[in-house]
């Protein structure tokens, strides 16, 4: 029956992976504008902040057509991620808790990868958010704390028994963090292990690595997290991929440049120019990446703070394309 309840909600097998201070109310808004039915999650969403008496808007905001949506709340308190669920569960589709954000800060607060270390915690954590809602409840985690430390099968189906109903597998450990190559054919030995839908992560960028992730891991479905910044209609190529067997082709490097105007225009819209621009800058790499002399570009678009300036940044960039100059 759990795996009926996601199945019947999850009509794509595809999934904006979260990604935390990048996939905001904007990027998750471009992402369902490309593909109507892919399951998008928020970024990362501590427990604690959310049961600080503080202005929560910007992270908990949704659009209507935002759904199917998944929301993640980390922590390692269970009474606060109860109190999490329970805050969340009027946006969510459903509620994802992290078990695999490998950053130094999140780990040494006992939260995110380093809960693979306390399976008994995790457990618990599972029954608590459970508690809180009646939404479906899932989880995304790594292979392992290291490469000593393997116990994602294990893991996994000691969540399972805890009541969660989909899992999402990043193919790294933690150690790892988002170096080497994600090791796609250990989901296959997850999957053969536990019940509940599987959605495989880590280091599918195109149509072609997706087919090969699948083919892999026997997984479920695809999670896309870093594949998407500069290219946000990739979760539909992948969509459409699996549903027709049809391959889309990638944007054009003048398609990119249109595509992150637009992605500017709507930071700005919702934080205004100074924060907006500043928030941006961490997409100008992706969206410029392959052109020639990007570095140089980048520099000048990373240090403007005038929106007009921006865009006449961006015409010239464009003008040298269509001319030839780059490539």
């Not at 935390?20 to 109310?25: L, P």
């Not at 669920?85 to 992290?98: G, L, P």
Request: net charge neutral.
């Amino acid at each position: 029956m759990q795996n009926n309840r996601i199945l019947q909600l999850l009509e794509s097998r595809v999934s904006l992976a979260p990604m935390a201070g990048v996939t905001d109310y904007v990027l998750r808004t471009l992402v369902r504008d490309y593909c109507p039915d892919c399951l998008l999650t928020t970024e990362m969403i501590s427990s604690e902040f959310l049961n600080q008496n503080r202005d929560q808007t910007d992270i908990l905001m949704i659009d209507e057509s935002h759904h199917p949506i998944a929301y993640q709340i980390c922590g390692h308190k269970p009474d606060l991620m109860k109190k999490a669920s329970q805050r969340v569960s009027q946006f969510a589709d459903i509620i994802d808790i992290n078990m695999g954000c490998p950053v130094r800060k999140v780990v040494c607060g006992n939260d995110g990868s380093a809960l693979m270390r306390t399976p008994e915690l995790a457990f618990e954590l599972v029954q608590a958010v459970k508690e809180g809602t009646d939404k479906p409840v899932s989880i995304k985690c790594r292979l392992g704390y290291s490469q000593n430390e393997m116990n994602y099968v294990e893991f996994c189906q000691k969540m399972q028994q805890a009541g969660a109903e989909f899992i999402t597998i990043h193919a790294r450990t933690r150690a790892q963090m988002y170096f080497g190559k994600a090791d796609w054919r250990k989901i296959k030995v997850l999957k053969e292990n536990i019940d509940v839908p599987v959605f495989a992560n880590g280091d599918v960028t195109s149509v072609e690595d997706a087919i090969q992730c699948l083919e892999q891991s026997g997984a479920d479905g695809i999670a896309v997290g870093r594949g998407v910044l500069g290219d946000p209609a990739l979760l539909y190529r992948i969509s459409t991929y699996i549903q027709t067997g049809e391959i889309i082709s990638a944007p054009s490097t003048l398609e990119k440049m249109d595509i992150m105007r637009h992605h500017l225009e709507k930071e700005i819209e919702l934080r205004g120019e100074k924060v907006g621009i500043k928030f941006f800058r961490k997409f100008y790499p992706y969206y410029i990446s392959g052109i020639k002399n990007a570095s140089k570009y980048r520099g000048v678009l990373m240090t403007e703070e005038n929106y007009q300036t921006l865009k006449e940044h961006f015409k010239y960039i464009e003008n040298e394309i269509l001319q030839g100059v780059l490539v």
